[in-house]
């Protein structure tokens, strides 16, 4: 059994996509088609630069979702396997998440888009620049780390376990003094490292709660038709298919904890044995940390999809 995995922020590059759409027509209308619902050349930004236009969360967030999308959309109309009948889930990390939707036939190409767009600009504003951080703990489970936030945090500064990556690789967001708190707590819990990401505000903590009203506004408007196989869900590490459901999770997920482990072994215990990567190849290393016996399969360029292609 098979699932299909989407990356998230951090997995942007100056080119990506680039060969994909040179070798592809398919690929080529995907960036065609993004660039024109956001009235953006986000594709110029993807392939030329500079790095730090392209790294903006508003920017980031459609041009990984459109290189996966891209991808995906190779796979299909040139090696002539859907989705549909190579995976029984699909999942994606943060805004991965949204690819995932998209690929499942969940949401439009277009919307999704503009959703990202609407997501990445609304996360941005949420929080003042400087005032929130995040910072990855090396060395100390989720439970730990969940522990250590709560004794960082006051009643006026909070810091949050955002993501749970993988065993040992749990990241943290919130405040910039309490994040600082927290890494030097980490520090003497055992931590065997604690570094602060390079990123532009706190994602994934209750800092982040006028993004996800922005985000709950949206979503309500937003057209949505069932995936075609069920999404395993950022924010409750469980399949669901339902339309509504679907919505209050997207929109939880923003101030919410990226279950990202605990869905690699739920999925694991559905009976998956084969993760594809599509659009990137971050993921793969948290799996394979998380569930050894896990087979992971990449394709972020076009040599990727075709040998892809030829392992399915």
Sequence with gaps: MRAFIFPGQGSQSVGMGRGLAEASPTARAVFEEVDDALSQRLTDIMWNGPEDTLTLTANAQPAIMATSIAALRVLEAEAGLLLADKASFVAGHSLGEYTALCAALALPLADTARLLRTRGDA??????????????????????????????????????????????????????????????????????????????????????????????????????????????????????HDIATIRGLLVDQVTGTVRWRESVLAMQALGVTTLVELGGKVLGPMVRRIAPDIKVLTAADMAGVEALAKEL
């Design 123 to 240: 996360m941005q504003a949420a929080v003042p620049p400087g005032e929130g951080a995040m910072a990855a703990l090396l060395g100390l489970g989720f439970d730990d780390v969940a522990a250590i936030a709560h004794e960082a945090s006051t009643e006026t500064e909070i810091v949050q376990a955002a993501n749970d990556n993988a065993p040992g690789q749990v990241v943290i967001s919130g405040h910039t003094p309490a994040v600082a708190r927290a890494m030097a707590l980490a520090r003497t819990r055992g931590a065997r490292h604690s570094v602060l990401l390079p990123v532009s505000a706190p994602f994934h903590c209750a800092l982040m709660q006028p993004a996800a009203d922005i985000m709950a506004e949206a979503l309500a408007k937003a057209s949505f038709a069932p995936p075609v196989v069920p999404l395993i869900a950022n924010v409750t590490a469980a399949p669901v």
